[in-house]
C-alpha cells in the first residue's frame, strides 16, 4: 500500500500537503498526530472514502480513484465513530457482516466471536454493550474476514485501559506474512507498544518516519512524545 504525495483541501483548509509513505506486507504501521493532523482523511482516502485531491494512492498495486472496487475487496475499514445495528445482538450483527464475505460464513462468525470475546454477551442486544464492548465486537467484524490490510481509525480512542488494552491486544495479533494494518492514534504510548513503523503526521504533512525506538534515538529524547515535539519544533 503506497501513498504518495497526497494532498487534499477541503474548501479552505488545506488538510493534507504532500503526504507519502507504505505500509509493507506483515507490518503495524501508525499514524500518530494531534487533532486534525489529517489522520482521519488519509485513512478515509485509503478507504476509498474520499476522493484524492492530487498525488497517487494506491493498495495492493490498485488505485483508489480508479479501480476502488479492486480495493475493496483487500481492505477493511473501522472508523472512530462506526456504530453497529441496535436491534441485532452481538452474534447478529457478526452473522450480518459475514454473509457479505466469504464462502462460510459460520466460520467467520464463530472467529469473530472469538476475537471479540464477549463470553455470552454475545447474545444480547448491541444497544446494550457499553463502548468498550461495541468497539470489541466492530473490531472483531473488521478483522475476522482476514483482510490483507485492515485500516483502524483511533481504534482505543474514548475507551477505559482494561478496553483499551483488550483492543491492542487484538490488533497486535492481527498481521501475518500477508496482512498488515494502518491505525492512527494519538496516543505515544500505544503507538510505540503496537508499531513497527510510524509516520509522525502534523499540519497535513509526514514530519518523521521510522520503528518509534529509532526515532526516540534519532532525536536524543526519552520517549516518543519527545521525539514528536522535536520533529515539529
Ligand atoms: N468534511 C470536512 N470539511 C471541512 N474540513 C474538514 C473536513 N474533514 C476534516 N476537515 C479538516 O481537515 C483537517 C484534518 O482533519 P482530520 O479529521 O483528517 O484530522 P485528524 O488528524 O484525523 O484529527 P482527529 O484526531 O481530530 O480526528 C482539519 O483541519 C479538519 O478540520
Same mark, same amino acid.
Given at each position: 500500500m503506497t501513498v504518495?504525495?497526497?494532498?487534499?483541501?477541503?474548501?479552505?483548509?488545506?488538510?493534507? #500537503?504532500?503526504?507519502?509513505f507504505s505500509v509493507e506486507p506483515g507490518e503495524i504501521y501508525g499514524l500518530v /498526530?494531534?487533532?486534525?493532523?489529517?489522520?482521519?482523511? &488519509?485513512l478515509?482516502?485509503l $478507504?476509498?472514502? =474520499?476522493?484524492?485531491?492530487?498525488?497517487?494512492?494506491?493498495v495492493f /498495486?490498485?488505485?483508489?480513484?480508479?479501480?476502488?472496487?479492486?480495493?475493496?475487496?483487500r481492505i477493511?475499514?473501522?472508523?472512530?465513530? $462506526?456504530?453497529?445495528?441496535?436491534?441485532?445482538?452481538? #452474534?447478529?450483527?457478526?452473522?450480518?457482516? $459475514?454473509?457479505? %464475505?466469504?464462502?462460510?460464513?459460520?466460520? =467467520?462468525?464463530? #472467529?469473530?466471536?472469538?476475537?471479540?470475546?464477549?463470553?455470552?454477551?454475545?447474545?444480547?442486544?448491541?444497544?446494550?454493550?457499553?463502548?468498550?464492548? &461495541?468497539?470489541?465486537?466492530?473490531?472483531?467484524?473488521?478483522i475476522? &474476514?482476514?483482510p490483507d490490510l485492515a485500516i483502524l481509525?483511533?481504534?482505543?480512542?474514548?475507551?477505559?485501559?482494561?478496553?483499551? #488494552?483488550?483492543?491492542r491486544?487484538?490488533v497486535k495479533q492481527f498481521p501475518g506474512a500477508n496482512r498488515s494494518v494502518l491505525l492512527s492514534s494519538?496516543?505515544?504510548?500505544e503507538v510505540e507498544y503496537l508499531c513497527d513503523r510510524i509516520g509522525?503526521?502534523?499540519?497535513?504533512?509526514?514530519?518523521?518516519e521510522g520503528p518509534p525506538a529509532e526515532l526516540?534515538?534519532? %532525536?536524543?529524547?526519552?520517549?516518543?512524545?519527545?521525539?514528536? =515535539?522535536?520533529?515539529?519544533?
Open positions: 504518495s504525495d497526497l494532498a487534499k483541501r477541503y474548501g479552505d483548509v488545506q488538510a493534507l #500537503r504532500g503526504v507519502s /498526530g494531534p487533532n486534525g493532523a489529517g489522520k482521519s482523511t &488519509t478515509r482516502t $478507504a476509498t472514502l =474520499l476522493t484524492v485531491g492530487s498525488g497517487d494512492v494506491s /498495486g490498485a488505485d483508489v480513484e480508479s479501480e476502488p472496487n479492486e480495493v475493496r475487496k477493511r475499514y473501522l472508523p472512530e465513530d $462506526a456504530g453497529s445495528y441496535d436491534n441485532l445482538t452481538g #452474534r447478529q450483527y457478526l452473522e450480518f457482516v $459475514a454473509d457479505f %464475505y466469504g464462502d462460510d460464513p459460520d466460520e =467467520l462468525v464463530e #472467529r469473530g466471536v472469538e476475537i471479540a470475546d464477549l463470553d455470552d454477551r454475545i447474545e444480547s442486544k448491541t444497544s446494550e454493550y457499553s463502548k468498550g464492548m &461495541t468497539r470489541k465486537l466492530l473490531l472483531a467484524s473488521t475476522m &474476514t482476514e481509525d483511533e481504534p482505543t480512542s474514548g475507551l477505559d485501559v482494561e478496553n483499551a #488494552r483488550a483492543i491486544e487484538i494519538h496516543n505515544m504510548l509522525l503526521l502534523n499540519e497535513g504533512e509526514i514530519v518523521a526516540v534515538e534519532r %532525536y536524543g529524547v526519552e520517549n516518543l512524545e519527545e521525539a514528536f =515535539l522535536e520533529a515539529v519544533a
